[in-house]
């Protein structure tokens, strides 16, 4: 069974930092794209930032120049560092991993960590 767990939410001021972490775990063959996906209430889950297996980044436009995905691929974690936060970045966060099967792969979700930008 695979499991994620997301941690490193919270409440920050507007110009703070977070840093949010993905640890997957359990019976996996492999990992393929990471990514994360916020949603604030009564909207639609968004991309954030991706990153593939072969270290390609893509971010939404308007995080560039703010956030920064990396993957530390022995710990099987994929992390967001969250800088010049500011409040429209308020809402849940998602960890989204695409594990790899014998024929095919599979995204499993993580169950979002909240992060709040207020003063």
């Known amino acids: 069974q695979v499991q994620l767990v997301e941690s490193g939410g919270g409440l920050v001021q507007p110009g703070g930092s977070l840093r949010l972490s993905c640890a997957v775990s359990?019976?996996?063959?492999?990992?393929?794209?990471m990514g994360w996906y916020r949603q604030a209430p009564g909207d639609q889950r968004e991309l954030v930032a991706d990153?593939?297996?072969?270290?390609?980044?893509t971010y939404a436009d308007s995080v560039k120049g703010r956030f920064t995905i990396s993957r530390d691929n022995a710990k099987n974690t994929v992390y967001l560092q969250m800088n010049s936060l500011k409040p429209e970045d308020t809402a849940g966060y998602y960890c989204?991993?695409?594990?790899?099967?014998?024929?095919?792969?599979?995204?499993?979700w993580g169950q979002g960590t909240q992060v709040t930008v207020s003063s």
């Open positions: 359990g019976s996996i063959f492999g990992i393929n794209a």
């Open positions: 990153v593939s297996s072969g270290a390609t980044t």
């Open positions: 989204n991993v695409r594990v790899r099967s014998l024929f095919g792969e599979n995204a499993y």
